[in-house]
Structures are given as structure tokens and as C-alpha cells.
């Protein structure tokens, strides 16, 4: 009878050890997503990246499994904050953050890093600096050839592509950049969000941001102002010319589509109907902002705005 027994607790042990996964099926390490947001500049709730940043990164956190999202403030003097990282999001006025550390970013690039380029970040000097961000994004602002009025944009369809994944199409007002400059021929990007703008954004007497001819030669004409670019290496890119107001991530589909290229970038799979996040509230928005609210701001406006985000 111990001889039986003793078998049959041999014959389980060997079941259960067989049911064990190999220690190379082991679950992967997370993917490292690392924000780089510039300083204070604008009014209160504009270019508010080091905000926008956290808000996005706990997002990730609660919403994607495999996500590791970290936010720096400027370029990192400790090169642990990048080291294993996946892909960057930068957030900057003047495209700052690229334009001085072009180097550091050349060799992250070169490792096939992700990269995310937001709003102001996208103006960079044609160039050097220009030539970069075409090769690791697809595209960039030109200054006499883009412009970056406000209007409201009709975004009425959307590319078969993961990042637009579960994202609807919306209306929304922002200061969306257009007329960018993107790789010859558009080899490897996939416009995101294209609408029309007023002809009266073109309008602008000539200057890096006001206006051009080339702009002015093109009424009534569909522009890109969100898309994807994948490297011929097979690193992934993205640009994104709103995020003026801070107030536009209470939007549930804009902002969808930036988690959602922001998990693509990272080389994670895009989930079938998008990365769902609750919509932040007013209090929520409010957090993090670089300056103290005015006295005289007034909420109800904004409140306002973010119940008819999404009641469309």
C-alpha cells in the first residue's frame, strides 16, 4: 500500500510540474513608455504637457496591461530614466526637447525606439533638426510652408490602422497645425485625422506661423493633422499638432486615439475597440497644471464644453 501510494504521489507531482509553463514562457517584462515634457509657458490650461503627460500616463497604467508609463520633466540627466525604453513622448514648446538633444535622440532611434511628437513639439528648425523628425515620425511643422491657426475640425472618417482602433469620428476645436511636412511621397506614414479647414485660416499675411503662399494656394482642400509612420526598420512614429487646451482630453475619442498611439509606438498590440479610460472630470484636469487658476477664470465655460464632448 506505501508502495502505491508513494507511485501515485509520483505520478501527481510529474501532472502538476508538467502544468507549469517553461521559465521562458514567463510572463514579458512591461513595456517602458518615458514622457519628456518641456516648462510652464502659456496661459492656464494651454500647453500644459507635464499635466497632459501624467494624466496619459496613469491612464495607460490602469487601462494596459504590459504598460510602464514614466514622466520626466526635460531631458534626463540620470540615463537610467531611458534606459530600456520602448518608445518617448515629448511634449515641448519650439520643438526644444528634440532640437538640443538630437544626438542622445539619434542613438535611441537608431535602437528602434517609439516616438511621439505632440503639438508645439512638432516646430522644429528645417534642417538638421527637420530632416530628423521626417526620418523618426514621417513628419514635422516648417515654418513658411505650415501654419497653426485655431479652428474647430471636422473629422469624419478614419484609416483602417490599429491606432484608430475604437475611435470614432468627432468634431473638436484645438489649435491643430496643417499643411505639415512630411516624407516625400507619404512613403510609410498613415494619416490619422484629416479635415477640412476654413479658407479663412489661410488667409494670414506671410510668416513663420501666420501664413504662406503655398497654404493660401490650397482653399477647400483636406489636411493631415494627426498621423502614424512606420520606419523602414521597423521603429514607429507619431505627430500630433493639437493639444493646445489641456481640456480637450476630457474627449473620449481624442483622446483614445493618442493612447491608443502610444501603446502602438510601444510595440504593444492595440486593443480590438481601443484603449477605454473613464472621461476625466474638471478636478481631475485641474491637477498638475503649471500655474495656480486665475482668480478671475471661470470653470463653467470648460465644465460646460467637457458634458458636450461627448454627449455628440
Known amino acids: 500500500m506505501n508502495g502505491r501510494f508513494r507511485l501515485l504521489c509520483g505520478l501527481l507531482s510529474l501532472g502538476v510540474a508538467g502544468a507549469l509553463p517553461p521559465a521562458s514562457a514567463a510572463q514579458a517584462p512591461p513595456k517602458k513608455l518615458v514622457f519628456l515634457t518641456g516648462g510652464p509657458s502659456h496661459e492656464y490650461g494651454s500647453h500644459e504637457y507635464y ?12 487601462n494596459v496591461p504590459g504598460v510602464d508609463a514614466v514622466v520626466h520633466r526635460g531631458w534626463p540627466t540620470d540615463a537610467s530614466v531611458l534606459e530600456g525604453a520602448s518608445a518617448l513622448v515629448i511634449g515641448c514648446d519650439g520643438g526644444s526637447l528634440v532640437t538640443q538633444n538630437l544626438a542622445q535622440l539619434d542613438g535611441l532611434m537608431k535602437r528602434r525606439v517609439g516616438l511621439a ?32 491657426p485655431v479652428w474647430e475640425a471636422d473629422l469624419r472618417s478614419l484609416p483602417e490602422h490599429p491606432v484608430a482602433r475604437g475611435v470614432k469620428p468627432f468634431r473638436i476645436r484645438d489649435e491643430w497645425y496643417y499643411h505639415m511636412r512630411f516624407r516625400e511621397g507619404m512613403q510609410g506614414v498613415t494619416p490619422l485625422l484629416t479635415a477640412v479647414p476654413p479658407d479663412d485660416t489661410r488667409k494670414g499675411a506671410d510668416g513663420a506661423h501666420s501664413g504662406n503662399p503655398h497654404v493660401r494656394a ?21 505627430g500630433f499638432t ?25 510595440g504593444l498590440e492595440v486593443p480590438a475597440d481601443g484603449v477605454s479610460s473613464n472621461t476625466p472630470t474638471l478636478a481631475d484636469l485641474e491637477k498638475n497644471l503649471d500655474k495656480p487658476r486665475p482668480d478671475d477664470w471661470k470653470p463653467d465655460p470648460v465644465e ?9
Open 51 to 62: 499635466a497632459g503627460a501624467l494624466l496619459l500616463a496613469r491612464l495607460l497604467k490602469e
Open 117 to 148: 511628437c505632440l503639438h508645439y513639439t512638432l516646430d522644429v528648425p528645417k534642417g538638421k533638426p527637420g530632416a530628423a523628425l521626417l526620418d523618426w515620425i514621417g513628419g514635422c511643422y516648417e515654418q513658411h510652408w505650415s501654419v497653426n
Open 218 to 238: 490650397r482653399p477647400g482642400m483636406a489636411e493631415h493633422v494627426a498621423w502614424a509612420y512606420e520606419r523602414p526598420d521597423g521603429g514607429r512614429g507619431f
Open 242 to 266: 493639437g493639444m493646445h487646451w489641456h481640456w480637450n482630453w476630457a474627449h473620449d475619442d481624442y483622446r483614445k486615439l493618442v493612447l491608443n498611439a502610444l501603446v502602438w509606438i510601444a
Open 304 to 312: 460646460n464644453m467637457i458634458r458636450e464632448f461627448n454627449a455628440r
